[in-house]
């Protein structure tokens, strides 16, 4: 069992059942949650993953804390914080996100892609290396790129691939939900030194 808190600005759990192991993720507004909330909160989601009726107790014990004064202040300024802090300058030390953009652009989109906004990650995040925000319509690039030891080749390839999540736009059911259909992983070959930008990253 793997259980993983993730940064969602909404309050979100998640349990999923793959390959005999259970996947949970728990908004990290729980992390430092007391166990008996925890607790509930595992009785809750394994109810809802055998389609079984959720224990009243646990029930109300989950709504107690998540209602609670401070985690709504709590969640309402983690929102705030992260809708202010997601966006920054596409212009970083050593690259420039929107001159990275129009020119991938041109080589592979005919220029016609219309570029939403760019932003360097607020931090040297090495577990998301970029993501398409829908929300805000803002290709948001981790700042680890933005240094010379890192070729070209590795952030135009993460540029691209955030590009093509424009171009292919898949469902997102409340979490952050990466789907790579058929089309996308067949417009990626595009990408020429495709495996040599992917072994890049690995050593990043
Ligand atoms: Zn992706």
């Given at each position: 069992?793997k259980?993983?808190?993730?940064?969602?600005?909404?309050?979100?759990n998640?349990i999923r059942?793959?390959?005999?192991?259970?996947?949970?993720?728990?908004?990290?507004?729980?992390?430092?949650?007391?166990?008996n909330?925890l607790?509930?909160i595992?009785?809750i989601?394994l109810?809802?993953?055998?389609?079984?009726?959720?224990?009243?107790?646990?029930?109300?014990?989950?709504?107690?804390?998540?209602g609670?004064?401070?985690?709504?202040?709590?969640?309402?300024?983690?929102?705030?914080?992260?809708?202010?802090?997601?966006?920054?300058?596409?212009?970083?030390?050593?690259?420039?996100?929107?001159?990275?953009?129009?020119?991938?652009?041109?080589?592979?989109f005919?220029?016609?892609?219309?570029?939403p906004?760019?932003?360097w990650?607020?931090?040297?995040?090495?577990?998301?290396?970029?993501?398409?925000?829908p929300?805000?319509?803002?290709?948001?690039?981790?700042?680890?790129f933005?240094?010379p030891?890192?070729?070209?080749?590795?952030?135009?390839?993460?540029?691209?691939?955030?590009?093509?999540?424009l171009?292919?736009p898949?469902?997102h059911?409340?979490?952050?939900?990466r789907?790579?259909t058929k089309d996308?992983?067949?417009?990626?070959?595009?990408?020429p030194?495709?495996?040599e930008?992917?072994e890049?990253?690995?050593?990043?």
């Amino acid at each position: 069992m793997k259980i993983d808190f993730y940064a969602f600005a909404n309050v979100n759990n998640t349990i999923r059942l793959r390959e005999g192991k259970l996947l949970v993720r728990l908004s990290d507004l729980l992390e430092g949650a007391p166990e008996n909330v925890l607790r509930a909160i595992a009785h809750i989601l394994l109810a809802k993953m055998y389609r079984k009726p959720i224990d009243r107790s646990s029930a109300a014990r989950y709504r107690k804390y998540v209602g609670s004064h401070d985690i709504v202040r709590k969640a309402h300024l983690v929102r705030q914080m992260r809708g202010r802090k997601l966006l920054r300058s596409p212009r970083g030390h050593y690259y420039d996100l929107d001159a990275i953009f129009e020119e991938l652009n041109t080589r592979f989109f005919h220029g016609l892609m219309a570029r939403p906004r760019m932003s360097w990650s607020q931090t040297k995040t090495r577990r998301i290396l970029g993501h398409y925000d829908p929300a805000h319509n803002a290709i948001i690039i981790s700042r680890i790129f933005d240094a010379p030891k890192v070729p070209a080749l590795a952030l135009d390839y993460v540029m691209f691939h955030e590009m093509l999540h424009l171009r292919y736009p898949v469902d997102h059911h409340g979490i952050r939900r990466r789907v790579h259909t058929k089309d996308f992983r067949q417009a990626e070959k595009q990408f020429p030194h495709l495996t040599e930008a992917k072994e890049i990253l690995k050593r990043l």
